[in-house]
């Protein structure tokens, strides 16, 4: 009784490991976008970019003066 137990467990993780991977695979193959696949929202090219570090906001000015 215990042999079956585990066969059938053993049957289920594999099936279910098998099925993760193949739905993995499937999502990633359907996520392609055009430009910049890989650069995690940076932006990249060879013309000079404007880097913005920071934008005057209300929050920000709350923040500096509390850190002060």
Do not use: C, H
């Not at 042999?3 to 467990?9: C, E, L, M, P, Q």
């Not at 490991?17 to 193959?29: K, N, Q």
């Not at 650069?39 to 920071?54: D, F, R």
Request: hydrophobic share 35%; aromatic share 8%; no cysteine.
């Amino acid at each position: 009784m215990n042999t079956n137990r585990r066969s059938f467990i053993k049957k289920t993780l594999s099936a279910s490991a098998l099925m993760a991977v193949g739905g993995s695979t499937v999502s990633m193959a359907s996520t392609k976008s055009d430009k910049g696949a890989s650069s995690n929202g940076v932006v990249v090219g060879k013309s000079p970019k404007k880097e913005v570090l920071y934008k005057q906001t209300a929050e920000w000015e709350a923040f500096y003066k509390a850190s002060y």
